[in-house]
């Protein structure tokens, strides 16, 4: 006790605050999930936070003081946790919980750090995605024509999210300005169906509302709406369809179809990868997707199959192997790059005097590749210092040259000059330099 108080007035000195009580960790999640959670996060963040504290955290860790928590414990719990069986995302998203509550903690300075960020975890693997080709879309959209949710089904091409697409209200519909308006999502929280808010601020979104939803939205809504609904997509009597029943429908449809079955979320990959095929920017993806952040469509979103990459080398050598080339330079078969000028340093094929360094530039950066800047400038640089050092040889042989042919015609000016007046030889040799001079000047 005497060593408690010790420490205790030890950091009052220091101007550390203490808490006024010794919490438990298993009573502090009560609160943090009652006072914290539950108030300021979606009801579909508090009931997997619930799940994660009543099902692991409580039991397993509860009975510890806050104080008490240490590194070596919560690294211990979790390598537990998999040797049990359970799965590496699962044991990520028990710590991602553990570390919120304690960041909390933290704030409220009842405990001096969080030790669930400092606990080493194997990395999560994402599980392998593979969206649907042009081809298994259309097959897709033709099996669905006749549904009765065909517009729904349509819609999911729109890249929305499950919740986005069952919580579309007829008044988002805004055919006068051809736009629909993503302004809420319905979830399963529970056994409840809520409308809720979007998952983040750039999800609230307007989309371009093209002929084809029209003309379906159209039919469905002369055949299937319900009076009185105000959600688009409801069942026949006209309440909110259960999210999970319309995963199972999708599912159902793809395999008495023959078709390959992918999530419905998967879909949303399948559109982001489908618009890359067509080089739309990853700007207007992620607006399209509603993602906060442009890493996320890239990274997670956007696939490449094996035609995409069967597509890009084949279009490089295509453009590096042209065939029916026959000239060669040194030996080396011309293609597109090698064809350019011919033995002589004749322009051909219509290069209109393009040097080999500016046609590679031009393909490569044609296609999917492109040279560093820097490394162009440097080939630029040291192509220009090799033709700086040719000038200054050259100048240097035309300067010894001039002297040699000098010398030459000085000495036979000079013998011709001893022969005709031996006695004034000295004279005429220093004029016979200077007439040679006269002559040679450029």
């Not at 080493?120 to 994402?126: F, G, I, K, N, V």
């Not at 349509?154 to 051809?178: C, P, T, V």
């Not at 379906?216 to 319900?226: G, H, M, S, T």
Request: charged share 25%; hydrophobic share 40%; aromatic share 6%.
């Amino acid at each position: 006790m005497a060593k408690k108080l010790t420490q205790t007035k030890a950091k009052n000195d220091q101007g550390v605050l203490t808490a006024e009580r010794d919490w438990l960790l298993g009573a502090y999640l009560e609160y943090w999930l009652e006072d914290v959670v539950k108030v300021n996060r979606r009801p579909a963040t508090y009931t997997q936070c619930e799940t994660i504290v009543r099902l692991y955290l409580r039991p397993d860790l509860g009975g510890y003081s806050l104080n008490k928590l240490s590194v070596p414990l919560v690294q211990s719990y979790m390598k537990q946790l998999q040797k049990d069986g359970r799965s590496v995302s699962l044991v990520h998203v028990i710590r991602k919980v553990l570390s919120a509550a304690l960041s909390r903690a933290e704030r409220e300075e009842l405990v001096n750090r969080n030790v669930a960020r400092l606990v080493d975890l194997p990395a999560e693997e994402r599980k392998e995605i593979r969206p649907w080709s042009v081809t298994e879309v259309m097959q897709f959209l033709e099996v669905v024509r006749g549904h009765r949710l065909y517009a729904a089904f349509l819609m999911l091409f729109y890249g929305l999210r499950k919740g986005e697409l069952l919580g579309l209200r007829w008044q988002d519909i805004d055919a006068e300005n051809s736009k629909v308006h993503i302004r809420q999502q319905l979830q399963r929280v529970g056994r409840e169906i809520l409308i809720g808010p979007l998952k983040t601020r750039k999800s609230r979104r307007d989309l371009p509302l093209l002929a084809p939803i029209v003309e379906a939205l159209a039919q469905y809504y002369e055949k299937y709406r319900v009076d009185g609904a105000d959600l688009v997509f409801t069942t026949t009597e006209g309440n909110p369809i259960d999210p999970g029943n319309f995963l199972r429908d999708f599912k159902r449809i793809c395999q008495q179809n023959g078709l390959r079955v992918i999530t419905v979320h998967s879909v949303r990959h399948t559109v982001a990868t489908l618009l890359k095929s067509q080089k739309v920017a990853d700007r207007d993806i992620q607006l399209i997707l509603g993602h906060s952040r442009i890493i996320t469509t890239q990274e997670i979103y956007q696939h490449d199959d094996d035609d995409s990459r069967r597509n890009a080398l084949q279009g490089l050598t295509g453009a590096l192997l042209e065939p029916n080339s026959t000239k060669t330079v040194q030996g080396v078969s011309s293609g597109p790059l090698m064809n350019v000028v011919d033995s002589n340093g004749s322009c051909q094929n219509g290069c209109q005097k393009q040097g080999i360094v500016m046609r590679l530039v031009e393909i490569i950066s044609g296609g999917a590749y492109r040279i560093r800047t820097d490394d162009l400038f440097h080939a630029m640089k040291k192509r220009a210092t090799v033709a700086a050092r040719v000038t200054e040889v050259d100048t240097y042989l035309k300067a010894r040259r001039r002297q040699l042919l000098l010398g030459i015609v000085a000495v036979n000016l000079d013998v011709k000059a001893y022969r005709s007046h031996p006695a004034a030889g000295t004279a005429l040799r220093t004029q016979s330099f200077s007439q040679a001079s006269v002559q040679l000047k450029p």
